[in-house]
């Protein structure tokens, strides 16, 4: 289950409250990417917009890392968004591997533990891989994959490269789906992409 769009803007809006900066104009654009992106490729548009702009509820309760997963997951869970709290962790692990988390670590090894397991259960379907691409398109504005898996690679000072393979695989996965270039999907503006 998943909130209406007024009801998921409604809980943005209020998480902004509690912890203003830059995550929410990122939540935005990717639903805006996810929106555009689901509609080429004749999925729920709706359905994409609430899960791109809920991925990372979990920092609503502050500046985490990790803990933005297990804090978005169990509070999506806590209104019965199960498919919102699946996002909020997929959204990180286009590989699956959690192991591959950029960031840091600010769980404990129990809840680590407990989310590694739970992601290993999990077969990924276009939502997932849909907001991790989009989640991979969006900084605080659009940007080329690229360049947004070397901002995060200079801000961490890692991005693994199975992680990168990874994200440009979902590129082609959805530009297959929509028969579209993806950058042409999100943009009007050819000449920002170099097309």
Sequence with gaps: MFPTRSKAIEIITDSEKL???PWVRHSFLVAE???KIAG???LDYD???VLGLLHDIGRRFGTSHFGHIVDGYRYMSSLE???VARICLT???STQCIDEYIGNIDVSK?????FKEKLETIKFDDYDKLIQLCDCLCGVEIMNMNDRMDDVKKRYGNYPENKRIANLELKSYF?????ENIYVIISDNKELWGL
């Design 33 to 35: 990417c996810a929106e």
């Design 175 to 179: 530009e297959k789906l929509s028969k």
């Design 110 to 114: 129990l809840d680590f533990n407990e």
């Design 81 to 83: 968004y199960d498919e």
């Design 19 to 21: 912890n203003p900066g």
């Design 40 to 42: 080429a490729c004749w």
């Design 91 to 93: 959204h990180s692990f």
């Design 47 to 49: 359905k994409a917009y």
